[in-house]
């Protein structure tokens, strides 16, 4: 048997908790689970106000990883700056990054959503650390591996190209395209007159040498997690389906059983990340896992929460307004704190990266949703009173936006929130706020929910009104059924609880598109998360179809319904585009480069440029990537891509990725009367009206009147 594993078992002689007690037992009945034993908990004689355990010996130097950044020193910086270190939350002081990060290698445990893009442009950013995912899933792994990767997010490809595969050395002249027209006209420029690195010009062409992989996906958890100097923890942390506070609490047992299995195979003095969305004080938990498994040894536990958004992930975890990290408030928290941050400053300005407690920072992230949700909910609360009134939610929303103490951000009215966050990190709050016997700041809370289930059954009862009250008989199309738009994340997505309570009314068709979803894949889950006694889908017998383009899907119908906010289902924006009609914008030219060696960050900016510049242009102008792994022969989403290129082959409007649906084509196609249902307020209703459409839209009175 393993020696490590062994050890666990010995009972470890600590002194019974005392002043952390009280918060320990609601922490523990807040997730429904027994209070853990005394005998488990270090002595608060070494705890700060965070209740952080420092070493047992009460030195730094448990950690070879801390040890190397000439710990000393650093210390007594952080001493000297401690006055500026207030308990609130702070930027993290650049003269305390100046040793050299001594980060090797970094595990992220969870290949999801958040595991694979984040652990993807740390490797991107940071070519000297090797990041390896782990997931227990080895599907999942597997597809990190190929081309498909296992979720779309925009520049994800790009991103994970350049870290998982390396790349070829290349060249390029380093002045815009506009100064290599202009010139053309003149003899010499200022760096060739020089034609060299002499200081004052820019280097004239730049030459980038080749790059090694530094970012693996593996099943071998255990293994990795043992190697690495940080390990991030990215599981899912979904809302309890049973037992005590089933429906709200968070259900924190997969973040469980990797704490365990960090605890017995992490390294001495590895760190330990929260990345996950977790309950308020979960880092005692981890901590005191740690503390039961491997006694006498000491591991600093972060709390470094992520606010990417589906969609814009890859672009929110390059530029991030801030990067939130919450340690223990002891000089190795402290300093831990510092090496993670260390990891991000190789790509975002020390400026954004914040410190807080732990607490703060946990509590944070669910407060930044729960806010976020509220404002979503404000606003559709309001589209409820726009349709009574004549008011115009949009031109509300426009005209209260302008305040600068409301702000423009996250104020369109729709079908409510959907996602695998809002709706969990709400509930995770309200329960929080039950345990601490907060009652009314619970019912505030909420609320915020009870808008958001109000505004879907409102659209759902305004469809089959305008119907004359029955869907017997009829086709609607539900266009968009992911939870937004340029994701493939179908969580919470509103469109499923939509197409829930259409079947109760019994049309003969429901038919699904969505630019961005594999049509398998929306099978699946409806079969899986629609529960009837009916058959649901049309190969069973039922009504649901699902159509890999939208001009068969909406066919013969008596309604569309708009359920995301896809650009494809725009009929007014005139999108700056590159020449042809994929809706990429035109981006300006990076270049020139100060430097001879721009990071990757630059590289990717000049990549994006050259890929926007026209339609002609490569995928890969910089002829860097190295080639994709090969997938087996009969590879099904090769095929479907195969599909979809042929579809697009027929020209403009396709309604692939990318291509504007072609409205005219649509309408002409409806059944009269032909009603539109904009779930999502993203169609021009007097364009539409022009063609012949009824448009009922989120918050304006529509065709049918008050
Ligand atoms: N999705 C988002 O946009 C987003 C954004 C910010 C924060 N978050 C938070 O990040 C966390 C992860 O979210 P996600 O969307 O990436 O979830 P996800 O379901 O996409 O991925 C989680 C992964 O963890 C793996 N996993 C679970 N238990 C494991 C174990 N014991 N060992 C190894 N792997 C295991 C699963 O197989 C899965 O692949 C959640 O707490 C979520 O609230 C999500
Ligand atoms: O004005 C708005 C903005 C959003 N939404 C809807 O709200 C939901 C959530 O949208 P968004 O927040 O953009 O996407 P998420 O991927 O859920 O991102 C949220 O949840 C993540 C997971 O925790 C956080 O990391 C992000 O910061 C937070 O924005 C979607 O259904 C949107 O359609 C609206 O209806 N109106």
């Known amino acids: 048997m393993d020696k490590r594993l062994m050890k666990v078992r010995q009972p470890i002689l600590l002194k019974p908790f005392t002043a952390g007690k009280r918060v320990l037992t609601t922490f523990a009945a807040m997730f429904g689970i027994p209070r853990q034993q005394p005998s488990t908990v270090v002595s608060d004689d070494v705890m700060d106000n965070s209740t952080a355990p420092t070493t047992p010996e009460g030195s730094l130097t448990f950690s070879p990883v801390l040890q190397a950044l000439k710990l000393q020193d650093a210390l007594e910086d952080a001493v000297s700056q401690k006055d500026d270190l207030r308990a609130g939350s702070m930027s993290l002081n650049a003269t305390l990054y100046t040793a050299s990060p001594q980060v090797k290698k970094i595990c992220c445990v969870g290949a999801g959503y958040v595991g694979g893009p984040t652990a993807a442009v740390m490797a991107f950013s940071n070519p000297s650390i090797q990041v390896t995912v782990v997931d227990r899933d080895p599907n999942r792994i597997q597809q990190w591996k190929t081309k498909h990767l296992p979720i779309y997010e925009p520049g994800l490809t790009e991103v994970v190209r350049i870290a998982r595969d390396g790349t070829r050395a290349c060249a390029f002249r380093n002045e815009s395209s506009k100064a290599e027209l202009d010139n053309m006209s003149s003899t010499t420029s200022a760096s060739s007159e020089c034609n060299s690195q002499c200081g004052e010009h820019l280097a004239e062409e730049l030459f980038i040498g080749a790059r090694p992989p530094n970012l693996f996906f593996s099943t071998e958890v255990s293994k990795t997690i043992s190697e690495a100097d940080i390990i991030l923890i990215a599981v899912n942390t979904p809302t309890k389906s049973r037992g005590i506070g089933a429906g709200r609490a968070t259900d924190v047992g997969a973040l469980e059983a990797v704490t365990r299995e960090v605890a017995i195979h992490a390294k001495r003095g590895a760190i330990v990340v929260e990345k996950s969305t977790v309950p308020c004080r979960t880092a005692e938990l981890i901590q005191d896992t740690l503390n039961v498994n491997r006694p006498g040894l000491h591991f600093e536990v972060l709390s470094n929460p992520e606010f990417l958004a589906a969609g814009t992930a890859v672009n929110d975890l390059l530029n991030p307004d801030r990067v939130l990290i919450g340690s223990s408030r002891t000089p190795s928290g402290r300093q831990a704190a510092e090496l993670l941050a260390s990891v991000y400053a190789a790509w975002v300005p020390r400026s954004r990266i914040i410190t807080t407690n732990v607490w703060s920072s946990e509590l944070s992230k669910l407060v930044a949703n729960s806010m976020l949700a509220q404002r979503v909910s404000s606003i559709n609360s309001i589209s409820a009173i726009c349709e009574k009134t004549g008011a115009d939610i949009n031109e509300v929303a426009y005209s209260i936006g302008l305040d600068p103490r409301i702000g423009s951000q996250f104020l369109k009215a729709g079908l409510g929130f959907g996602g695998s966050c809002f ?91 969505d630019p961005c979803c594999e049509p398998a894949v929306i099978k699946a889950e409806i079969k899986r998360l629609i529960d009837r006694d009916e058959p649901v889908l049309k190969e069973d017998g039922g009504p649901v179809e699902v159509y890999a383009e939208p001009y068969a899907a909406c066919a013969d119908t008596h309604a569309i319904l708009i359920a995301t906010e896809c650009d494809e289902f725009r009929n007014n924006t005139p999108l700056k585009t590159s020449g042809n009609s994929a809706l990429r914008p035109m981006l300006a030219d990076p270049r020139p480069f100060p430097m001879l060696e721009p990071p990757e960050a630059s590289l990717l900016a000049l990549h994006k440029y050259l890929v926007s510049s026209g339609p002609t242009i490569s995928r890969d102008p910089l002829q860097r990537y190295q080639a994709q792994p090969e997938c087996e022969v009969c590879c099904a989403q090769c095929a479907s891509e195969e599909i979809k290129r042929d579809v697009r082959k027929g020209g403009k409007g396709n309604g692939v990725r990318g291509e504007q649906l072609d409205w005219q084509r649509i309408c002409y196609g409806m059944r009269k009367p032909k009603w539109i249902f904009d779930g999502r307020n993203v169609v021009d209703a007097d364009a539409m009206k022009e063609l012949g459409v009824r448009v009922e839209s989120i918050g304006r009175v529509g065709w049918a009147g008050l």
């Open 423 to 513: 709706k969990k990190d709400v509930l995770s709050l309200v329960y929080l706020a039950e345990s601490l016997g907060l009652e009314e700041v619970a019912e505030y809370w909420q609320q915020v929910l009870k808008i958001n289930d109000f505004q879907r059954t409102r659209f759902v009862r305004r469809v089959v009104k305008c119907l004359n009250g029955t869907l017997v008989g009829k086709k609607l199309a539900v266009l968009g059924y992911a939870f937004k738009k340029n994701t493939d994340d179908t969580r919470e997505s509103p469109a499923l609880e939509m197409i829930k309570a259409l079947l109760e009314d019994g049309p003969a068709e429901i038919a699904v598109f």
